[in-house]
């Protein structure tokens, strides 16, 4: 006599995640009342949750018109759908569902976080007193995000204090969400170490994930973990991570540490000129001459000796021609190397070039050695 209950049960295991659970509720009533908008609605967004958009939209479909005629759930709807289909059609419908449903404002910012929109993601955000677990993540995305941009520490700071209110919540702390907050919220602070303890804790979860592998990798990277960061930065195939500046510099001291220094120059190579790839320059330099790969060293402080004179550079150069020249003596390194060394001293203009090149020519005239 009370069938209609068994979608309110249904609905509130879908609230719990209990997705299976409410699919099999829900089809009691389904199996007598099969063209109840609500109930078909939920069945789909169970179907979303438990496989994919492309199941859900099969399972909705035949209501869109339904809805339309009757005028009743058709906004819930067409919002629905637009989910299913990974934001498409996001501008043409959220905006107008803003004050009518509820999650519209919340998929709408992201929908602007994924177009990197991330002052239109704030503005529709910063009135909105979070009363959810998922409002205060958002808010936290947004916020990091918006910081980020703008090198913002208020908005870092707010971000962290979201992440931290989730992660640590009795309801929270244990769930992959929760854990996921707790990263964000250590991560904003710099705390790496405490990152890989919650990151660690959920990795089967996010194998292919390529967001969690980058923040993961990146954490990997800034404790030292080298060997490990380079596994997991290859492991991304996103190709907008790949080209962000962070993923490549990362991912060059990683091969530098992990002696594969050609690798990191080859990332250098691939870099059109910029701020960025004279950064990277930079990075790969020091790393370089850190790790003893003076070769590697010496080419990159020369070149940036050349994209811009300091004298500081041409120190650097200098250092890691002489550490090369060292490596050649004790046998470390090829006596072949000496001819590239040469030519980067005649790239010189300061004195002290000539004079290491007529040292290093007389070492080798010594030793009836050619350089070529």
Known sequence: DNIALNVYVALCYYKLDYYDVSQEVLGIYLNQYSDSVIATNLKACNHFRLYNGAAAESEIRGIVDQSANAGFGHDLVKHNLVVFRNGQGAMQVFPSLVDVVPEARLNLVVHHLKQDDNKEAYDLLKDLQPAVPQEYILKGVVNASLGQELNSSEHIKTAEECFQLVGSSASECDTIPGRQCMAAAFFLAGQFEEVLVYLTSIKSYFH?????????????????????????????????????????????????????????????????????????????????????????????FDMLDRLEPNPEFWEGKRGAIVGVFQGVIAQRFSVDMLGDVLQLLRNSTSNQADQIAKVIRKWAKDRRLTII
């Not at 220094?261 to 790393?287: C, H, R, V």
């Not at 001459?289 to 990159?300: D, N």
Request: aromatic residues 16%; glycine residues 2%; charged residues 25%.
């Open 208 to 300: 292919s994930d390529d967001t969690f592998n980058f923040n993961y990798a990146q954490a990997k990277t800034a404790c030292e973990h080298y060997k490990e960061a380079e596994e997991i930065f290859l492991l991304i195939q996103d190709l907008k991570i790949k080209n962000d500046y962070v993923y490549v510099s990362n991912l060059a001291r990683c091969y530098v540490m992990n002696k594969k220094p050609q690798l990191a120059w080859e990332l250098y190579l691939k870099m059109e000129t910029s701020s960025e790839s004279f950064n990277l320059l930079l990075l790969i330099a020091n790393d370089c001459y850190r790790m003893g790969e003076f070769w590697y060293a010496a080419k990159a």
